[in-house]
């Protein structure tokens, strides 16, 4: 419609600069004749005045839309950079755990519906994983859905080193490893809040209950103070969310350091400052969701963390930390009994709970554990679509009237993305997202998703004070938890962002010298075991 009017008055004003012309050759304005008559004179004139107004008028009115349509650019402009300003923000606000995804940060994209009556609606919001919340208009409230879902199946080829101790099979089947759904918003501008139930677990028949129920204060920008029950940020692997972890779990050294008072759905307080280029935080912990509350004496211990990105570029990032956890006081079952401690682990996958690798009850009514510490060295690494992440752990268990309890651990891991892709860093978490695949398999489109190949070895030492062939019984001060080295192969298959499966390959050996003497098995005997295991796992996570 602005063109056409600009279109009608150019052809006005060539109109009037014609009719002009003409007036002006015309013989009855030339000087050696007699001017018409005086009607047809005056009717021109009144013509060309006529003609004058109108193209005026056109002018005018171009002029007011053309400013008015200036108006709106300007008006569209400030909008989108306040909307960038706004994402750039959100980078910098804390989030609960639940709510930190593989492809970044929530994002208002739908906006806000059509305004009733001059009065501001609430409105639906979406981040790129398509996860939704209803949040108020003036922003200070939202809800939202999350969950997901971790099916695992699996079988072992169990080779035993003792027909008399130790188990002597584990068990093929599948396993619901997490089934969760939670919700998750904010209230008030500056609170956020997680409340997730898991009823799935390391076992179909362990009590589920509570995975997340937490409140944050995030009114400072890169900053989170935070309180109720989580996940923990202690270990690089552990800050990793189980969603977006490389292989089905996380490796035994990794979950032997958060045994001391760390990892799922743990109890506690704390507060942690991230940018793109630092975290650092500190944590006091307790008992877990799950732990008894009835005349026990429940956990206590801290945590800080602090973790750099010492190289950032468009296609690489370095990553280097440093944890450390202090074990305040151990846990007892009540009633007078000491504090004790067990550091064990499943041997990297869930299908059976079985543990082979433990130290068994660390502590007794006369040498109680009065304390312990995990320091923890992590370090990873992208470049373009490889990924590497590595951590090495020290763990100590002091306890009265004896000699330290010492073990050690570590693991490494690499992996590469066949369709070119690459790992994300989460500054919330210091750790790295999985992988988002650029081309979603779709058979109509053509795309297939994003393939990766991933590789890791693990080592832990649970032994401390210990000589094989020596009888645990004649030294109070020794350990034999044994040795387990970890091999893991896998292939990943992420056809979008919601979706993904693990295919993994695992093999273990457990080396273990009997330490107390039994028919079949004298002191120093082999008592370990190895196996090879495939397990499969599909994945939904939300």
Partial sequence: MFLARRREGRGLAILLGSVSLALCASPVFAADESPPQGSDAAQLRAEVANLTTLLQDLQRRDQDQIQALA?????LKARLDQTQATAQA?????LPRATQNATG?????????APDNGVAQPRVVQNAARRFELRSADGKYSIGL???????SGFYNFHPDSRFVGPQQLSNG???????????GTAGGNFAFALVYDVGNSSDQTASGIETAQIIYNGLRGAAFELGYSNTFFTLDRATGSNDTLFLERASPSNIATNFNAGDNRANAGVRFFGDRYWIGGY??????GDSHTLTGERLGAFERVAVQALKGPDYTLHLGFGFDQLIRAPNTGNGTPNVLTLSDQPELRIDPTSLLSTGVIGTSIHPVTSGYVLDFETAATFRNFFWQGEYYRYRVDRLGLPNANFDGGYGELSWVLTGENHRYNPQAASYFRVSPRHPFSLKDGGWGAWELAARVSYVDLNSNFLAGQALSANPAAVDGGIQRGYSFGVNWYPNDLIRFLLDYERIVYSKANGTAVIGAPLGARVGSSFDAVALRAQVAY
């Fill in 71 to 75: 108006a709106q650019v300007a008006a």
């Fill in 90 to 94: 959100a980078g910098q606000q804390a």
């Fill in 105 to 113: 940060q929530m994002a208002i994209q739908g906006g806000n519906p």
């Fill in 146 to 152: 999350t969950g997901d879902v971790q099916f695992d």
């Fill in 174 to 184: 599948v396993n619901a490893r997490r089934a969760r759904i939670g919700i998750t």
């Fill in 284 to 289: 006091l912990t307790g008992p877990a969701s």
